[in-house]
């Protein structure tokens, strides 16, 4: 693994747990982005990996954008480095579960809503406060959770969401109480190690593919041809026999 100053790295039996540690609120400021990224990419191109864990230390998950780092930085270079970031958890190869410690605001709220799975502490709460910050908080990427009118609400007037009702909306998991977080998401990505990991990183490859094409046909089409090539791989029909078989699947790819 790369050297992290913000991030620690923890492999063991295919899951990777990333644990953001930039105290006291785990802003982010430019070196904490570019992290981010860097780790995202990093963990999703090893063949050790199969799922992918990102929580943080102390009270608040992530409080978004360091405003006193900000302030002395480049906005194009910094917005560069933010797309950078988002796109880095929303490409990862594996699938990744955000384990929500507390606060999520703003950048950091957006970074657990790229997510695959989301899992809050029944203390944590979200929101997008950018606007009483100067900035606009943007809107696209809670469409993937929140209607329109929800999500105006949360941009247009900052107002914080419950765990349970992030959960009620849908967006989470399951919510649990702090001491059970990272033993629910272990849980969790458990579950999804023990899965081929050759045909999960084309299904995860294949859900984000679909998502950005808005014409049903085409986004049907492209889902078929993953199920064809996938069918022709040894993980695809061990998998079928493992099933008529009534028995734990063997499976051989990376």
Known sequence: MGTYNYIKVEVKDFIATMTLERPPVNALDMGALKEIAAVFQEVGKRDDVRVAIFTATGKCFCAGRDIRAASAESPEERMAAVKAMFSSVYHCEVPVIAAVNGAA?????????????????????????EIDAGVNPGTAINHRGFNEYQTRRMCFLGERFSSQEMYRLGMLYSVVPLAELMPAAQKLAQVLAAKSPMIMRQVKKSANEVEGIPDFE?????????????????????????????????????
């Open 218 to 254: 085409q986004a049907m089409e492209r889902e078929l041809q993953v199920t064809v090539q996938l069918s022709k791989t040894a993980d695809s029909k061990e998998a079928g026999r493992s099933l008529l078989e009534k028995r734990a699947p063997d499976f051989k790819s990376k």
């Open 105 to 129: 605001m703003g950048a950091g709220f957006t970074i657990a809503s790229l997510c695959d799975f989301i899992i809050g502490a029944d203390t944590a709460n979200f929101a997008k406060p």
